[in-house]
Nanobody, 117 residues
Framework: QVQLVESGGGLVQAGGSLRLSCVAS????????MGWSRQAPGKEREFVAN????????AYADPVKGRFTIARDNAKNTLYLEMKSLKPEDTAIYYC??????????WGQGTQVTVSS
């Protein structure tokens, strides 16, 4: 059974940093696209960043470019999101996801990130 478990969220002041982790289990994901999305209160879930499955090419949403870095450690089956220069508008629940091909997408349970002004 595929499972994604996020950690690393918390409360941080504006300008601070956090590092989110997403540990995947149930299968290896080295050839799968993986990424992060977030959902702020009262808003729809939005794309944050991902790594393509073939070459691991990163892609970022415009609001986080230059501040967030996505990376993966295939040996640990873990995806990371390094977040710097955090802003109050980054406050959201952050979800990890992994593309499973014909089997759809697996999602984690989410981790809360709160940035105070």
């Amino acid at each position: 059974q595929v499972q994604l478990v996020e950690s690393g969220g918390g409360l941080v002041q504006a300008g601070g940093s956090l590092r989110l982790s997403c540990v995947a289990s149930g299968r290896t994901f080295s050839g799968n696209a993986m990424g992060w999305s977030r959902q702020a209160p009262g808003k729809e879930r939005e794309f944050v960043a991902n790594l393509s499955g073939s070459r691991g090419t990163p892609a970022y949403a415009d609001p986080v470019k230059g501040r967030f870095t996505i990376a993966r450690d295939n040996a640990k089956n873990t995806l990371y999101l390094e977040m710097k220069s955090l802003k109050p508008e980054d406050t959201a629940i952050y979800y990890c996801y992994a593309a499973l091909g014909v089997n759809g997408v697996a999602w984690g349970q989410g981790t809360q990130v709160t940035v105070s002004s």
